[in-house]
């Protein structure tokens, strides 16, 4: 039985360029701050909400503009290997996309200025900076997903901007396990972009999207995927040095599913058999989120 079409610019339609499954990557690396600064004694609810939901907003906002200007850059057509994109399937009108962006940013930006009484002048750089990069990462002359800097622009904005964030406007001051965190969590959520650039390679290759798996190639594109995990517990380890024993080494359970993944990654090689993969890297990361904040709330 054929599923129910989706009607042009319905809530359904919204829905799907909004990516829910993907908020994981946003959630993650939040939800690790707020574990630090809760083992040092100085985790506040209300702080954590509004990180929460700034991230999450900023999250779907980042997937209305790449569906919107992916799709008017030519990079997702009709041979797309990927789950459907609502501009390019033709749910979502361009006007519309538009104004749904205009209308989530505004919202972000909102619930970041609640953030604004635990901080001063430098939160709201923090916000207007990720505002912008959101933009940047597929819009404008120069978008940087399409020139190899999606992964940098990963470890900034999913490791260091929000764990770091996040334990700021808790602490009200920073401290350096922000580093071994934030990169930790940079790193697994990347992998979920070089899966997603490993499945895409043929087709950015054609669009001129040059991702760093296109400019390096499928076998240096799989090394980074299994790398990117390995790194991340690596970099956990560190936190063997504050005595954060669990937190150090909780998250190495992660690298079995990791490794397995990455097996079948390379296994299947092409194609649309790799969107398994890229559930099955969601779940791992989901897990690694919570091993680490585990480890660093016992």
């Known amino acids: 039985m054929s599923a129910k079409p989706i009607r042009i610019n319905s809530l359904r339609a919204f829905f799907a360029a909004a990516r829910f499954r993907t908020l994981a990557a946003a959630a993650v690396p939040v939800a690790a701050g707020c574990a630090l600064a809760a083992a040092d004694g100085l985790f506040a609810w209300p702080q954590a909400v509004l990180c929460m939901a700034f991230a999450l907003l900023m999250q779907v906002d980042a997937n209305l503009i790449n569906d919107l200007y992916d799709f008017l850059k030519g990079s997702d057509d009709g041979e797309r290997l990927g789950p459907p994109r609502a501009c390019a399937m033709g749910w979502v009108t361009t006007g519309a996309m538009r104004r749904a962006i205009a209308v989530t940013t505004v919202a972000a930006s909102l619930v970041g200025c609640g953030l604004l009484r635990y901080g001063g002048w430098e939160l709201l750089l923090l916000g207007a900076l990720c505002v912008v990069f959101a933009f940047l990462y597929t819009a404008g002359p120069f978008p940087l997903a399409y020139h190899g800097w999606g992964d940098l622009l990963v470890l900034l904005f999913?490791?260091?901007?929000?764990?770091?964030?996040?334990?700021?406007?808790?602490?009200?001051?920073l401290t350096r396990w922000i580093l071994p965190v934030a990169g930790a969590c940079g790193l697994v959520v990347d992998t979920l972009l070089l899966v997603n650039n490993y499945r895409d390679r043929a087709e950015d290759a054609r669009s001129g999207k040059r991702t760093l798996v296109v400019r390096l190639g499928a076998a240096a594109g799989s090394r980074l995927y299994l790398w990117a995990g390995i790194g991340a517990c690596l970099l956990c380890l560190a936190l063997a040095l504050r005595g954060a024993w669990f937190a150090a080494l909780l998250p190495t359970a992660y690298l079995a599913a990791h490794v397995t993944t990455w097996r079948r990654m390379v296994r299947i090689g092409s194609g649309r058999a790799l969107n398994g993969i890229l559930s099955a890297t969601s779940r791992n990361m989901l897990l690694f989120g919570v091993l680490l904040a585990l480890g660093l709330l016992l």
Do not use: S
Request: aromatic share 18%; net charge neutral.
């Open 158 to 173: 999913f490791g260091l901007v929000p764990v770091g964030g996040t334990y700021y406007v808790m602490a009200h001051g």
